[in-house]
């Protein structure tokens, strides 16, 4: 059965950082799209960052290119450094898994990963 948790949310200053992690169960590691989505209260689960675990390709939300930096262990954990965060980087973030295949261009959408975390709030202060 697969699972996924996400760790490291909390709250932070305005261009401040922070170091999400999602650790995974129930699949094997390689040539999986691994993702990053975050929401905000009465808006749609957006895509900010997706990567292949066969390789090192990646790809990133524009508002959050050069600020947000996602990687993994080649084991079984996904990163998301978000460092000079933002008030609009305040959301809900979940990690989401789609297995067996390359990512999708521009991010992809919530119905092309089946799995997911339960979630982890980032909260900004200024």
């Known amino acids: 059965q697969v699972h996924l948790v996400e760790s490291g949310g909390g709250s932070v200053q305005v261009g401040g950082s922070l170091r999400l992690s999602c650790r995974t169960s129930g699949f094997s590691w390689g040539m999986n799209c691994m993702a990053w989505f975050r929401q905000t209260p009465g808006r749609e689960r957006v895509g900010i960052a997706t990567?292949?675990?066969?390789?090192?390709?990646t790809e990133y939300r524009d508002s959050v290119k050069g600020r947000f930096t996602i990687s993994h262990d080649n084991a079984n954990t996904v990163f998301l450094q978000m460092d000079n965060l933002r008030p609009e980087d305040a959301a809900m973030y979940y990690c989401a898994a789609a297995t067996g295949g390359l990512c999708h261009e521009n991010l992809g959408t919530t119905s092309e990963f089946p799995y997911w975390g339960p979630g982890t709030q980032v909260t900004i202060s200024s």
């Open positions: 990567i292949y675990t066969g390789g090192s390709r």
